[in-house]
């Protein structure tokens, strides 16, 4: 029979890039303790990388070496693991939609769960807790204007208003005055702009 650390890996190599491996999962294998051993011990094997208290995943290997799961996969999975809603922040969507240039130096998502850091590789990704209308329609282009349009403020996001028009499709404009009723007023008055051309 295998041994702890070997069924750990074992049960890692199941899992697709990005899934995360929570010790709590692994509770069946033995006691806490020899769990968090055997999971240190992978992590400085580099078979696993530690992303946060008791989170862990596998890292790609490539023919060109090994590396970290990508950052989407990683929240994509944790997400659904833990059943938060999870999407792109404010400038990251403004980026994404051609409304500014700016690249955010740092990675942050906004997260119907706790406010917390994750660090996967050498990269470190925020997930900062935001309020349910800033969660609409989260993995979709609308979404990223309703986020875009939150980070310009009430002031910029007239101007940003003009420039997003020609970008989304009737489809997009459909999805964002559908949730417009959940919207601070601010914000539903500039989706109101940009639907009722």
Do not use: C
């Amino acid at each position: 029979m295998p041994n702890m650390t070997e069924q750990i890996l074992e049960r890692a190599r199941t899992l697709p890039e990005g899934a995360p491996l929570r010790a709590k999962e692994l509770l069946h294998l033995g006691s806490r303790a020899a769990i968090d051993q055997s999971l240190s011990r992978l992590v400085k094997a580099g078979q696993l990388l530690r992303a946060g208290r008791g989170l862990y995943v596998r890292p790609v290997e490539t023919r060109f070496g090994v590396r970290p799961p990508s950052i989407p996969k990683v929240i994509e999975a944790l997400a659904e693991a833990r059943g938060e809603t999870v999407a792109s922040n404010g400038a990251s969507a403004a980026n994404a939609l051609g409304l500014t240039t700016q690249v955010p130096v740092r990675t942050v998502y906004w997260t119907s769960g706790p406010s917390r850091v994750l660090s996967v590789g050498a990269q470190t990704v925020e997930l900062r807790h935001a309020p349910s209308w800033q969660l609409e329609l989260p993995q979709s282009r609308a979404g990223q204007a309703i986020r875009a349009l939150a980070w310009f403020g009430k002031q910029r996001s007239r101007e940003a208003v003009q420039t997003l028009r020609g970008k989304l499709s009737s489809a997009e404009l459909q999805s964002l005055t559908a949730v417009q009723g959940r919207l601070p007023t601010w914000v539903a008055q500039q989706v109101s702009a940009l639907a009722h051309v």
